[in-house]
């Protein structure tokens, strides 16, 4: 099990940059592909990116690529995304997520293990 806990999510007006934080515990982060999800209102929720155990391989989705960066550091069992250039409609909550012992995924179903998420608002 990996136990998860994001914060960095607060409100930046557009064009501004926020690094989202997961700090995570449990045996299996090391070994855990991690990804990050948003939900807006009314909205499903969605993928966003996500790195390997090993940080070799990203992915990201195209409406946030060339502005987010997803990284990791297993010293410190902590995942970040850094937000560059922000748009409003990237305004949601946002999910850290982990999936032991598996390879990077897009489908929020593969993530076995979810944060509580932190809030992003984007003023325009």
């Known amino acids: 099990?990996?136990?998860?806990?994001e914060s960095g999510g607060e409100l930046v007006q557009a064009g501004g940059s926020l690094r989202l934080s997961c700090a995570a515990s449990g045996r299996a982060f090391s070994r855990s592909t991690m990804g990050w999800f948003r939900q807006a209102p009314g909205k499903e929720r969605e993928f966003v990116a996500a790195i390997t155990w090993s940080g070799d391989s990203t992915y990201s989705a195209d409406s946030v690529k060339g502005r987010f960066t997803i990284s990791r550091d297993n010293n410190?069992?902590?995942?970040y995304l850094q937000m560059n250039s922000l748009k409003p409609e990237d305004t949601a909550v946002y999910y850290c997520a982990a999936r032991p012992y598996s390879a990077i995924g897009v489908v929020s179903t593969g993530y076995s293990n979810w944060g509580?998420?932190?809030?992003v608002t984007v003023s325009s």
């Open 1 to 5: 099990q990996v136990r998860l806990e």
């Open 76 to 79: 410190k069992n902590t995942v």
């Open 116 to 119: 509580q998420g932190t809030q």
